[in-house]
């Protein structure tokens, strides 16, 4: 796989929340059931994103997912607290896992070019991604508009920003497609749907 692509641009979205939240990959769609998509009623204020997000993975991969999450996330970021991962890193790297993100303030930043070749062990490929992104002058960082919606494969490289002082509010948006079950101490039970 080639490292280094740009995430797909999907327009501003003026998400509105109304409480600080940290959802970690709630399943909204699970193989138990098929045939429903549901999520707690205080993520109403996306409800469009998703579905959007939804129609169009289903006709760009034709529904051959079995998994959907959402993070959602709102509160106080601060230097060296982002609200996000930190480090260089691919999400879903070694899968073939779909993530859209979106954030109002302090966005995303991405390494964009030709990361070569790169180790299927993940943790060295973890020291290659920040070892080219910081160091190499074929790579370009940059971000995204505030609110806009971006679509990530594994191949787009990127790191949660650095906040500057004294911080302030964030909200950050994810949609995550796979057929792995998300299956860590720690992550969102949705109550709504019947699952293990």
């Known amino acids: 796989m080639k490292y280094g692509n740009a995430p797909a641009q999907h327009g501003i979205w003026d998400l ?46 034709r529904n051959r ?14 230097p060296g607290n982002p609200l996000n991962r930190p480090g260089w890193h691919s999400d879903g790297f070694g899968t073939d896992d779909i993530n859209y993100v979106w954030t109002d303030r302090f966005p995303t930043l991405f390494a964009i070019g030709d990361f070569g070749d790169v180790s299927e062990d993940h943790a060295k490929s973890s020291e290659q991604f920040t070892d080219v992104a910081e160091k190499s002058p074929h ?3 940059q971000t995204y508009r505030d609110k806009e919606l971006l679509r990530l494969d594994p ?32 992550n969102a039970h949705n109550h709504q749907l019947n699952y293990d």
């Open 155 to 186: 191949s787009v490289i990127h790191t949660a920003p650095p906040i500057p002082a004294p911080g302030g509010e964030r909200s950050f948006f994810k949609i995550s497609f796979s057929n792995s079950r998300y299956n860590l101490k720690g």
């Open 139 to 141: 790579i370009t960082r």
């Open 16 to 61: 509105k929340f109304e409480e600080y939240m940290h959802y970690m990959y709630l399943p909204i769609h699970v193989p138990e059931r098929p045939s429903q998509i549901d999520w707690p009623k205080n993520l109403a204020f996306a409800a469009d994103l998703i579905e959007h997000v939804i129609h169009h993975e289903r006709e760009v991969r």
């Open 65 to 78: 997912t079995s998994h959907i999450y959402v993070t959602a996330r709102r509160g106080y970021a601060t």
